[in-house]
């Protein structure tokens, strides 16, 4: 009985001991990711739905801007627009206000603030030589409605990210091609444009 007791104690040790908590962890990845004003690539999104056997797959390209927000532009299958900033999300529907928290999530994440997230979520992670990995559970209780949980992933760009909704849907995002050009483009300019501040 003590040798289980034992194996026990020592896979504890093990788990504590290989997740540092946001204070030790996100300093750490923060100083290794690219921080610019700009920041644009693809992605390939891949929801799955409780309801469905399949995947809803599609993909697109997205932009950061430091000061005016997200645009996340889907080209398959469906062409569409969204834009987000801290505290406004457009769509085809309209714009609307969000929650602060729920902007900030997408601003922190693509803008390299990953220590703007300790704000919203409880955050435990690795770090190592070749990759990171966060793992972020909601703060707030709005959120706590919307997600579960997430986990990013990385080495000196977001390179992954998987939200784990509270009624059960998975998203996972893969991002590449990024790149940091030094100004938005005449489109990307006009496209901000269309979201209040």
């Not at 509270?166 to 995002?173: A, E, F, K, P, V």
Request: hydrophobic content about 45%; charged content about 20%.
């Amino acid at each position: 009985m003590s040798f289980i007791i034992f194996i026990k104690a020592l896979v504890l040790c093990l788990l504590f001991s290989s997740h540092a908590y946001a204070d030790e962890v996100l300093p750490q990845i923060t100083a290794r990711l690219v921080k610019t004003a700009i920041a644009e690539g693809d992605f390939r999104q891949e929801k799955q739905l409780k309801v469905l056997r399949k995947p809803l797959i599609s993909t697109g390209h997205f932009t950061y801007h430091h000061s005016k927000g997200v645009a996340w532009k889907t080209l398959t299958p469906i062409l569409s627009l969204l834009l987000v900033n801290d505290t406004h999300l457009l769509t085809s529907q309209g714009e609307q206000t969000v929650p602060v928290a729920f902007g900030k999530i997408f601003t922190a994440m693509l803008g390299g603030d990953l220590a703007g997230l300790s704000d919203v979520f409880f955050i435990t992670g690795t770090n190592q030589s070749a990759s990171w990995q966060l793992q972020l559970s909601p703060k707030d209780e709005l959120l706590k409605k919307v997600i579960d949980t997430m986990r990013l992933a990385g080495d000196d760009e977001l390179r992954f990210v998987e939200i784990r909704e509270s009624g059960g849907n998975i998203t996972r995002i893969e991002f590449t091609r990024i790149s940091h050009p030094a100004q938005l483009s005449p489109g990307q300019d006009a496209d901000f444009a269309r979201l209040s501040r």
